[in-house]
Each structure stands twice: as structure tokens, then as C-alpha cells.
């Protein structure tokens, strides 16, 4: 198969060959991977899954397919970096573990929805377009050949020797794959440790997480600084420049994370800026041809397709394209539920009677959710039949003059349930600083009740929700 390349410094070989220093692009490694897969042309070949959490957000898709082919030969890492006492805290990312050059081992990225969701995600499939990645020839959780590969390539000792997952945005596997759990070999991710995947060492746990609060605004951060670490120890001379696909594919999602390093939304950290600054000066923009002509195309690179974007301009056209109200009025309920739902389980140590719960995140006014057609109908069905989790925890939010500004709902059968964690929530300090005050408009529909809360801290996004949920299980035995 011939793949397009880019050069970096002198001639030499293709993919299998550690140190070459002729890459293949982004794109054309992706669909060299599904070319791979698809024709079954894995067998003897150890495989490790790179697959992002249940909610399938930008980042969760663009880290696990940018880890994937950072991992691949041409980026492979010294196997001197890293070693040092704490790095895997998220002060820095080992590397020594994640070098991946062999020709009998496959690094496969797996996009976290299924194929027919990916759509609903317009954020990434727009910046996908743009740093011409065809998105619909990726591999999709529930394709036919993933199934495969999560269920007979982990049915005897032989086959679970050969499959291998990293965890990348999560660090608890979704329940639906708890079967191979203990093929879990790898964490990178930015959200509290759930303390799941003991097996998983020390050096592979890679969770920027500490005090409650992330270290990193985005996973594509951590795998950023993978390449930065590459570029400070090992060949900086193979590293002039990088594939420009993924450098504007992982600059995109870090803008979105962070809101444009925004320091009002408090999302962006000086690790994150770091990184931003250098995909803008290592990436071979030159080189970059947009799949798709936009008009915005003119506003993202000032000077030109092939020069440097504006990272004002880009954030603004992604940002837009994700939280476009006509967009999120035209979804039904049950879409605008599950476009970016997670469950939580709760730990049964607790001996809570609650064994989980969801949280879905939602990019319009409570207002308008509540007022879509068959609302009260589509959430009890989702909540009760889809989800089936006992609690549903919606936070809503929207922009105003570029600002965030958040609202909670909790939905729940139990409505003691309901009261006592109201309670909780408005008058406990572990959630003081989400600053919540009830809105007093409860709502009993057949078996769902409702607590509808303003949040006037808008910088409590789920990664500081859900602990908090945690706790609140681990108190409450009831």
C-alpha cells in the first residue's frame, strides 16, 4: 500500500522501521490502520485498542487517534525519557512503556461512538474536515471487526496475551466492555482517579488530576507533550516539523477544552498554553490542504492556506459549530441526552443502595430542553430503559458574550433520593463552590421528579460535578 508522506529531515524508510525519517501522514496512517483491520490482516499481530470514554467528545476522539499515531514507529520514544520518581502524577509523561516500534504489535484508535452518532458531533468532524481526515473511514465502537476484536480476540488465555487497551480520557472502562477490563494496560487521561485498573502500573497510569482539580485542560495536552518530550530528548532533528493534520487536529480540540485560554472560564493552565504555542511553531503548515473549503477559511488563516491559523478565529468556528442553538432546538430529547452522556459507578464499598448514575451534558437553556416536543416522555424512556441509571444529572450550558453560564437538573425515581442529595448539593461545603440555588420550579411527571439549580460558578464542569456525586453515595446509604 503506498502512503502519503511527509519529510522531516533526510531520506529513509516507511512506517516499520524504527527511526525512519519519512512518516506517513496522519490521515493516510489512519486509513492505512482501518485498511489493516477491515481485511483482517491482524492475525498473530498484538493488538492494543486506543479507545476514549463513553461520551465521545473531541477530545476523546482526536487524543485516542493522535496517541495512536504518535505511538506508531515514526514518533516512537527513547526508552531514557521519563523515568523519573512522580512523572505518571501528571508532572510529566514516561514514555519508556508507551514505545511502540514493533511490526508484530498494532496500535488500533477507535472512535468511542458508534458510526451513526458521529454526525451529532460536528465540532470534530468540522476540524477533521479540515485538516483532511476523512472521519467516515475511521474504526467505530460496534463495528463489526471492533465487536470481534472485544469479544473472540479475549475468549481464551492465547487471545488475551495478544489484546491490550489504553484507556485515553477516561480511566474507568465503560461497563459494557467490563469483560476485558483486565486487558487494560495503559491510562492517559485528566479526570479524578476512580481508582479502577490496579493491574495498570504506576508509569502507565498517566491521570493529570490532583486536589479535585485537573492538571491539564485536555487529554490532547498530555499527548502534546508526549511529542514535546520526544522533541527536548531524543532526535530533535527528525522533529523540524510536524505532520500539520495533527497539529491542527490536536491545537482545535486544546482550544475548545479551554475555551481559547480564556482565564475567565478557568479551564486553560500554563501546560496547556504551552503546548498550544508549540503545535503553532512545530507544525508543518505548509504542507497543510484543507478536505473542505469553508468561508471561515480566510479568518483561520489570515495569511493564507499553508501559513499559520489564528487561534482566535479557529476557536471561534469550532466553538460556534458545537454550540449552535438552532442545531441543539432542532434535536429530539433523547439525542440531546445521550450526545455527551457518562455513567458513573458509584463504589459498592459504600454500601449504598445507588449503583450508578449519568450525567449528561447539554448545550442549551434548560428552557428550551424541557419545552422539546415529548420531553417528559423521551427522558423517562432514556432514563429508565437506555441509561437505566436511578439518577440523571443534567448540566446545561450555554454561552453569553463568549462567557459560560451553567444550570443543573436532577432527575430521579427516588424522590427521597432527590431531596436529600438537593440538600446536599445546595448546603454542604465539598459543593460550595459550584454556588448553586435552587430554582423554584419542581416538577413531579409520573414516576420522574425534578430539581431544576442556576450555577453561578461556572467554571464546576463535570470533571468537578461528578466527584462531588461520589461523595454524596458514599455518605448516603439510603
Same mark, same amino acid.
Request: glycine content about 4%.
Given at each position: 500500500?503506498?502512503?502519503?508522506?511527509?519529510?522531516?529531515?533526510?531520506?529513509?524508510?516507511?512506517?516499520?522501521?524504527?527511526?525512519?525519517?519519512?512518516?506517513?501522514?496522519?490521515?493516510?496512517?489512519?486509513?492505512?490502520?482501518?485498511?489493516?483491520?477491515?481485511?483482517?490482516?491482524?492475525?498473530?499481530?498484538?493488538?492494543?485498542?486506543?479507545?476514549?470514554?463513553?461520551?465521545?467528545?473531541?477530545?476523546?476522539?482526536?487524543?485516542?487517534?493522535?496517541?495512536?499515531?504518535?505511538?506508531?514507529?515514526?514518533?516512537?520514544?527513547?526508552?531514557?525519557?521519563?523515568?523519573?520518581?512522580?512523572?505518571?502524577?501528571?508532572?510529566?509523561?514516561?514514555?519508556?512503556?508507551?514505545?511502540?516500534?514493533?511490526?508484530?504489535?498494532?496500535?488500533?484508535?477507535?472512535?468511542?461512538?458508534?458510526?451513526?452518532?458521529?454526525?451529532?458531533?460536528?465540532?470534530?468532524?468540522?476540524?477533521?474536515?479540515?485538516?483532511?481526515?476523512?472521519?467516515?473511514?475511521?474504526?467505530?465502537?460496534?463495528?463489526?471487526?471492533?465487536?470481534?476484536?472485544?469479544?473472540?480476540?479475549?475468549?481464551?488465555?492465547?487471545?488475551?496475551?495478544?489484546?491490550?487497551?489504553?484507556?485515553?480520557?477516561?480511566?474507568?472502562?465503560?461497563?459494557?466492555?467490563?469483560?476485558?477490563?483486565?486487558?487494560?494496560?495503559?491510562?492517559?487521561?485528566?479526570?479524578?482517579?476512580?481508582?479502577?485498573?490496579?493491574?495498570?502500573?504506576?508509569?502507565?497510569?498517566?491521570?493529570?488530576?490532583?486536589?479535585?482539580?485537573?492538571?491539564?485542560?485536555?487529554?490532547?495536552?498530555?499527548?502534546?507533550?508526549?511529542?514535546?518530550?520526544?522533541?527536548?530528548?531524543?532526535?530533535?532533528?527528525?522533529?523540524?516539523?510536524?505532520?500539520?493534520?495533527?497539529?491542527?487536529?490536536?491545537?482545535? =480540540?486544546? /482550544? $475548545?477544552?479551554? *475555551?481559547? #485560554?480564556?482565564?475567565?472560564? &478557568? %479551564?486553560?493552565?500554563?501546560?496547556?498554553?504551552?503546548?498550544?504555542?508549540?503545535?503553532?511553531?512545530?507544525?508543518?503548515?505548509?504542507?497543510?490542504?484543507?478536505?473542505?473549503?469553508?468561508?471561515?477559511?480566510?479568518?483561520?488563516?489570515?495569511?493564507?492556506?499553508?501559513?499559520?491559523?489564528?487561534?482566535?478565529?479557529?476557536?471561534?468556528?469550532?466553538?460556534?459549530?458545537?454550540?449552535?442553538?438552532?442545531?441543539?432546538?432542532?434535536?429530539?430529547?433523547?439525542?440531546?441526552?445521550?450526545?455527551?452522556?457518562?455513567?458513573?459507578?458509584?463504589?459498592?464499598?459504600?454500601?449504598?443502595?445507588?449503583?450508578?448514575?449519568?450525567?449528561?451534558?447539554?448545550?442549551?437553556?434548560?428552557?428550551?430542553?424541557?419545552?422539546?416536543?415529548?420531553?417528559?416522555?423521551?427522558?423517562?424512556?432514556?432514563?429508565?430503559?437506555?441509561?437505566? =441509571?436511578? /439518577? $440523571?444529572?443534567? *448540566?446545561? #450550558?450555554?454561552?453569553?458574550? &463568549? %462567557?459560560?453560564?451553567?444550570?443543573?437538573?436532577?432527575?430521579?425515581?427516588?424522590?427521597?433520593?432527590?431531596?436529600?442529595?438537593?440538600?446536599?448539593?445546595?448546603?454542604?461545603?465539598?459543593?460550595?463552590?459550584?454556588?448553586?440555588?435552587?430554582?423554584?420550579?419542581?416538577?413531579?411527571?409520573?414516576?420522574?421528579?425534578?430539581?431544576?439549580?442556576?450555577?453561578?460558578?461556572?467554571?464546576?464542569?463535570?470533571?468537578?460535578?461528578?466527584?462531588?456525586?461520589?461523595?454524596?453515595?458514599?455518605?448516603?446509604?439510603?
Amino acid at each position: 500500500m503506498k502512503l502519503d508522506t511527509y519529510h522531516d529531515g533526510d531520506a529513509g524508510s516507511t512506517t516499520c522501521n524504527k527511526g525512519s525519517s519519512i512518516h506517513p501522514s496522519f490521515s493516510s496512517y489512519l486509513s492505512s490502520v482501518t485498511s489493516e483491520v477491515s481485511n483482517n490482516h491482524i492475525d498473530g499481530i498484538k493488538l492494543n485498542a486506543i479507545i476514549g470514554n463513553e461520551a465521545g467528545d473531541a477530545d476523546s476522539i482526536i487524543s485516542s487517534l493522535a496517541l495512536s499515531y504518535v505511538l506508531s514507529d515514526g514518533y516512537c520514544l527513547s526508552s531514557s525519557i521519563g523515568n523519573k520518581a512522580g512523572c505518571h502524577s501528571g508532572n510529566s509523561i514516561p514514555s519508556s512503556s508507551l514505545c511502540v516500534g514493533t511490526c508484530d504489535h498494532m496500535n488500533i484508535p477507535v472512535v468511542s461512538v458508534e458510526r451513526n452518532d458521529m454526525a451529532l458531533r460536528r465540532d470534530t468532524s468540522l476540524l477533521l474536515e479540515m485538516a483532511n481526515i476523512d472521519w467516515k473511514s475511521l474504526l467505530y465502537y460496534k463495528d463489526a471487526i471492533i465487536n470481534d476484536i472485544f469479544s473472540s480476540r479475549y475468549s481464551s488465555e492465547f487471545s488475551r496475551q495478544n489484546l491490550s487497551l489504553t484507556l485515553v480520557d477516561h480511566n474507568r472502562i465503560r461497563s459494557e466492555l467490563c469483560h476485558i477490563e483486565d486487558a487494560v494496560t495503559k491510562i492517559i487521561d485528566h479526570h479524578e482517579d476512580e481508582s479502577c485498573h490496579v493491574q495498570v502500573p504506576q508509569s502507565d497510569r498517566i491521570i493529570a488530576f490532583e486536589n479535585k482539580r485537573p492538571l491539564v485542560g485536555s487529554t490532547c495536552t498530555l499527548v502534546t507533550e508526549l511529542l514535546m518530550e520526544n522533541m527536548k530528548h531524543d532526535h530533535p532533528q527528525r522533529f523540524k516539523a510536524l505532520d500539520p493534520q495533527l497539529g491542527l487536529s490536536l491545537l482545535g =480540540v486544546i /482550544l $475548545l477544552d479551554t *475555551m481559547n #485560554m480564556d482565564k475567565s472560564a &478557568g %479551564k486553560g493552565i500554563p501546560r496547556d498554553a504551552k503546548a498550544i504555542q508549540f503545535l503553532l511553531d512545530s507544525s508543518q503548515w505548509m504542507r497543510l490542504e484543507p478536505g473542505r473549503k469553508y468561508d471561515e477559511l480566510d479568518k483561520i488563516f489570515p495569511n493564507g492556506i499553508g501559513s499559520q491559523p489564528d487561534c482566535s478565529s479557529l476557536y471561534a468556528f469550532l466553538s460556534q459549530s458545537k454550540f449552535d442553538t438552532v442545531f441543539w432546538d432542532e434535536m429530539s430529547t433523547r439525542d440531546t441526552l445521550r450526545i455527551d452522556y457518562k455513567n458513573f459507578q458509584v463504589d459498592q464499598s459504600t454500601k449504598s443502595r445507588v449503583t450508578c448514575f449519568g450525567i449528561s451534558s447539554v448545550l442549551l437553556q434548560l428552557d428550551s430542553l424541557v419545552s422539546k416536543e415529548e420531553f417528559h416522555k423521551q427522558l423517562e424512556t432514556y432514563m429508565n430503559e437506555e441509561a437505566d =441509571v436511578p /439518577l $440523571l444529572v443534567v *448540566m446545561a #450550558m450555554i454561552l453569553r458574550d &463568549g %462567557k459560560p453560564q451553567r444550570e443543573l437538573m436532577l432527575v430521579a425515581n427516588d424522590d427521597n433520593l432527590l431531596e436529600n442529595l438537593t440538600k446536599f448539593l445546595l448546603f454542604n461545603n465539598s459543593a460550595a463552590f459550584l454556588q448553586l440555588s435552587e430554582v423554584v420550579n419542581r416538577s413531579n411527571t409520573n414516576n420522574i421528579n425534578m430539581v431544576r439549580m442556576n450555577q453561578a460558578n461556572s467554571k464546576g464542569s463535570r470533571k468537578q460535578v461528578a466527584p462531588i456525586l461520589l461523595e454524596f453515595f458514599s455518605r448516603n446509604k439510603s
